[in-house]
């Protein structure tokens, strides 16, 4: 593996007491192509631009995806990485979706953790602070024939985070829409590539505009059965039942932290439930007044209680728009395994040591 070490860091300019999302990135990068030859050597350059031609066929057609993790800092100064195989399994899953070479699993592995032990620097360790990864890979040919590409270019970048909604553990505002569709069966909902986000773009905007912080999309079809977020997986406690829309239509994305959340959830012997929920039934249950608690997962949110579902011109205020007893527990439950303050018994940390 290549290493080339920066020589002016950029820690200086990021204001570790105000980092937000996503707005600072750390001293270095991954770069793997793939060529004819198949994939090349890794290398962790500084940090910098690519260089891409007008014509290069991702910009056109869209042939990207990429994953979102997450490294923590704890208090006795470990390094952690949550789920590394669960992340890159997904990126597997998304290349042959979008029929991008799979990327080999030692190389990959070895030159990622070797990244985020370069930048560990960058890693902040208050609770609800994190580092988050984000791999992506484009097409990188240089044409205008609508193909997929032959040859591509696997990145990963870092950069320090705190919440990821400026709402942080305070309940948000969605909204419900059923004048926009997102994805269909078939299509791309069950893979992170980024046509699932332009797909989502102006109908968040438009929600945005509204005061709401993002959209929750139902069925591309019927607008009729709850799918998920635009950035997270839905889920709600009814009537002492955490319910959230199974995997098999296809059309939402098999989070990590859905995944994490439902494991510790029936690891309690909390009832659970993974199937189709009408929209109707949510409202039914408000009206009966056993919604109880609802909150998104991923691993940018964590865990991010909703306060309100906007449908139809109506609002629905959760839980008196507090977050709820559960949403809490889980939230206070998966942080601490990240921080290495409760044990890990799934398996879940990679350890990073100095
Ligand atoms: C559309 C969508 N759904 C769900 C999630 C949550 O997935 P995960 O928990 O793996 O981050 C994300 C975020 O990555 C997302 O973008």
């Known amino acids: 593996m290549k290493i080339e070490k920066t020589k002016e860091t950029r820690k200086n300019s990021i204001d570790f007491s105000n980092l937000g999302f996503g707005k600072y990135f750390s001293d270095h990068m991954l770069i793997m192509d793939y060529k004819k030859s198949g994939w090349e050597e890794a290398k962790i350059l500084p940090y910098q631009p690519i260089n891409l031609e007008p014509a290069n066929i991702t910009l056109h057609?869209?042939?990207?995806?990429?994953?979102?993790?997450?490294?923590?800092?704890?208090?006795?100064?470990?390094?952690?990485?949550?789920?590394?195989?669960?992340?890159?399994?997904?990126?597997?899953?998304?290349?042959?979706?979008?029929?991008?070479?799979?990327?080999?699993?030692?190389p990959y592995k070895e030159a990622f953790i070797k990244l985020i032990d370069i930048d560990r620097d960058f890693i902040p360790s208050e609770l609800g602070t994190s580092l988050y990864i984000r791999p992506l890979i484009i097409g990188m040919d240089n044409t205008l024939g609508l193909k997929v590409s032959d040859t591509y270019r696997l990145m990963v970048i870092t950069s320090p985070?705190?919440?990821?909604?400026?709402?942080?553990?305070?309940?948000?505002?969605?909204?419900?829409?059923?004048?926009?569709?997102?994805?269909?069966?078939?299509?791309?909902?069950?893979?992170?590539?980024?046509?699932?986000?332009?797909?989502?773009?102006?109908?968040?905007?438009?929600?945005?505009?509204?005061?709401?912080?993002?959209?929750?999309?139902?069925?591309?079809?019927?607008?009729?059965?709850?799918?998920?977020?635009?950035?997270?997986?839905?889920?709600?406690?009814?009537?002492?039942?955490?319910?959230?829309?199974?995997?098999?239509?296809?059309?939402?994305?098999?989070?990590?932290?859905?995944?994490?959340?439902?494991?510790?959830a029936r690891d309690w012997g909390w009832p659970v439930e993974e199937r189709r929920i009408a929209f109707n039934e949510v409202i039914d249950a408000y009206k009966r007044g056993v919604l109880e608690e609802v909150f998104g997962t991923g691993t940018a949110a964590v865990i991010s209680p909703v306060g309100e579902l906007y449908y139809n011109g109506e609002s629905m205020i959760v839980n008196e728009g507090k977050i709820g007893e559960k949403s809490q527990k889980l939230y206070d439950t998966i942080t601490g395994i990240q921080h290495g303050k409760i044990e890990d018994k799934f398996g879940w940390i990679t350890i990073i040591d100095d």
């Open 61 to 106: 057609y869209g042939q990207c995806i990429f994953e979102g993790q997450k490294a923590f800092k704890g208090s006795d100064g470990k390094v952690r990485l949550f789920r590394l195989d669960s992340h890159y399994k997904r990126l597997i899953n998304s290349s042959k979706r979008m029929f991008i070479p799979e990327t080999p699993e030692e």
């Open 161 to 264: 985070v705190s919440s990821y909604y400026e709402e942080g553990l305070n309940p948000i505002r969605i909204e419900v829409t059923t004048e926009y569709s997102r994805v269909v069966k078939g299509g791309l909902g069950n893979v992170k590539a980024a046509a699932n986000y332009a797909a989502s773009l102006y109908a968040t905007q438009m929600a945005k505009i509204r005061g709401f912080s993002q959209v929750l999309w139902l069925d591309g079809k019927e607008h009729k059965y709850v799918d998920e977020v635009g950035t997270m997986n839905i889920m709600f406690v009814i009537d002492g039942t955490l319910v959230t829309p199974s995997l098999e239509d296809g059309t939402i994305l098999p989070g990590i932290t859905r995944d994490s959340v439902l494991k510790i």
